[in-house]
């Protein structure tokens, strides 16, 4: 007994011994940089490394990331390494664990891509680094008149905390070999769907492709819109969401799978299309859709569409964390991703296809022709196909819908 | 020296999982002072309770868990008893060594897309069914979970399955059957009766192991298992990752909870045993010879086949996959192909997989010269570890990763080893080490003594009886346990990308990565990739004894462990 006592105090004690003996590594202080002054940053960033963490599993997005990182090289002597995620929640964890233990510079996260309630939550929490983003040189592109998105992110004030990216609006698709019309509003879908049951599904909420389509469902469905911009306790929320309820009431039993089994993201629906388990889907960018194509997960014949009263719309941006150990070449990093350079390729669905962030009125001339003259993809949508884009509520209303959401059909009895 | 060994093993093994285990206790109470969290209290339990299904999703786990290690048990136990020492035997250990190799999320993807409603068998039906639609069934992701379970068994036959061949040759299995048959048991039954007793406390820790891991599962469960509500691991890994960071401390709750269900999912396991071993008894002495167990021969060689074959069969669709054009239902065979994907990925994967070695082999040189050191000092000093030490080497295997990864982010962090390649083996040593161990142990402790005895007697060194006698008489349980190591630190996901911070990109972060894309093709690259590593590290523990020892009969497989 005691000698089991012994063996076991010595190992709490070499434990302990190695932990506080560890000689620490030395934390990569990068003072903030002066956004106001290009040059400074400009010099500050060179050498740096940039850990650019970024959802990783389209290849397409990942090959274009590492294209705008050798220019970024080539131009600035930044280097970027794309960490690939599979959920942008993972690198809100990093940085929050960073600060329960302390680490408030040299952290491992530089740059996160990032949008809604993730930035929200970021923001809250005082994890993210500025504001910086009026200051950079390409920011005067920015469409910030015709897309306010670009500065309100879910109605969130992005306060020059995180740079614009890329525009995302909902749009319908669907395979034109097998269906010749298709349902473009709300109550339409629903019909469709009774004569049509088990054809069209919705990934399970909280994923935000689940939450949009309720979004997009209740938008269309409230009976004054803009009671959709206030948050949720400020207003009878009970009363607004009724008609949200009462749909989903109908439209469970005719889902695929009875509503027993749900896709768990965007891309899983996209799958099932290509199955043929379902007819129609949807996703937050037709270039995606045509890429889709282009790596054979989709036949050729699948083709893009909205609904006649308007889809919801968002940006995407990037954003630096508070203790970020490269800001100053994150900085840079992201004024090129918002150069008309990089837009341009970002939207040629060649390369990826993601709609820009920026104004053509702003641009030069000839960025301006080189965007008018983008072929842009089978079953994407021109930018005249687009619609009316729709805003996106406030994220209480988003909250509130996912709880109830789960409470009465996140559990099949 | 060697006194020290068993200290620095434990040592690597709790020290992190207890830092971990505290790192999610304190948010299960309340107290992060991150998110705000000053005061201990409840609510984060009182919300865990609150949500909707949550019993439904605890009672999942722990049934499902239960459910799939009993049937896998079960399947490797007749198929033993029924055709030991045959050529069927020795075909299946064959086939079902490599199957290792296989990662779990790659297997579960084969399997999926062979019996989904659109899969393949699915389409074979439907040309002659004449379907142009696959039907509305619920078969991948039913609410009962039937299609996890099968997941998960078709990947734990083959592990239980090497733990049983290693325990085998200890227990005497050949005579033992004469006997039995020469007494009028039926194959099956003399098995049972006769051997099971002998080779069960052997294989114990890892059909545990294996419980622990199906009630915790996290990638087949995503893959296959229910959606409404989903087994508690998966919600976990769903709270923690939501974007509104004050679920953080339920979700900490909820990892307390899932170790809790571990527990006691092995206690009703446990509880199970002792009853078993009670009516084992009586049925043992009751004289019935179940002479006539044709069928249940049958049964069982067809049960382990279509277990072994389902995942071949999804491992060769997965292929076809990755070079596969578009590929829709009912179609067999895509209508085109296309190596565009593999020759974009190839620059890729050199780099992903020298990453993945960097890592692997320290860790696993490591882990085996501390279990080896550990047996070793055992054997010296004639002194069995305790119960104790057996529970803290399962710790790391009974407690889910998730329930301590974010505790052990922020201790590597406060020692500032964090990003580092030494805090990445580090953490992958916490669960290389136990399987290690697990392979290893038996296989060392019933070596003969007799062996270490004669050489110390002629006037061997205690070193030297180590490295001339005891060890190479243990080749091929040291190569098979380095081997189950690598095949462990090749497929760690959580450890590497959050304890690396995303600076070590191994074969697994990517393949992950890009799982969550959905494109199967990309699954199926990266799967097999996945592979590759494994693969060569089982191949290498087969084929080292077998040209080291072609010229000792006694050293070949079927005499030696």
Known sequence: MRSRMRAFVSALALATGIATASVSLPAYADPAPDVGNWQSVLDQARGQTVYWHAWGGEPRINDYIAWAGDQVFERYGVKVVQVKLTDTADAVTKVLSEKTAGVNDGGAVDMIWINGENFAAMKRNELLFGPWVEETPNFEYVDVEGKPTVVNDFTVPTDGLEAPWGMAQVSFYYDTAKLDSVPKSAQALLEWLAKNPGRFTYPQPPNYMGSTFLKQILTELVQ?????????DEVDAKAVLEPLWGYLEDLQPLLWRNGQAYPQNGAAMRTLLGDNEIDIAFSFSSGEVSSAIEAFELPDTVRSYVFDNGTLGNTNFVAIPYNASAKAGAVVLADFLMSPEAQL?????????????????????????????????????APAERGTVLPEPHPSWMELVETEWQKHYGVVQ | MLRFVPIITIAFMIGPVSAGLIGTLLPAFGILPALGGTEPGLDPWAALFAQPGIWQSVRLSLVNGLIASFVSVAIVMLFCAAWQGTRIFRAMQRILSPILAVPHATAAFGLAFLIAPSGWIARLIAQFAGWDRPPDIAIIHDPLGIAMIAGLVAKEIPFLFLMTLAALPQADTDRTAQITATLGYGRIAGWFKATLPRIYPQIRLPVLAVLAYSTSVVDVAIILGPTTPAPLAVRILGWLSDPDLALRFMASSAAILQLLVVVVAIGIWVAAERFIALAGRQIAANGQRFRHDGGVRAGSAVLAGLSAGALILGLVVLLIWSIAGFWGFPDILPRSFSLRLWQREYDAIGSSLVTTLLIAVPTVVIAIVLVLGCLEHETRSRHKPGRGAIWLIYLPLIVPQISFMFGLQVFFTLIGLERTLISVVLSHLVFVLPYVFLSLSDPFRALDPRYGQTALCLGASPMRVFWHVRLPLLTRAVLT????GLAVTVGQYLPTLLIGAGRFATVTTEAVALASGGDRRMIGIYGLLQMVLPFAGFACALLIPAILFRHRRGMNAQNRG
């Open chain 1, 224 to 232: 004054n819109p803009k009671v959709l911009q206030q948050p949720a």
């Open chain 1, 345 to 381: 390729r970002k939207q040629d669905p060649q390369y990826w296809g993601a709609d820009t962030v920026l104004a053509m009125n702003k641009l030069p001339a000839d960025m301006q022709e080189a965007f008018a003259n983008l072929d842009l993809g089978i079953a994407s949508l």
């Open chain 2, 481 to 484: 346990a380095m081997a189950v």
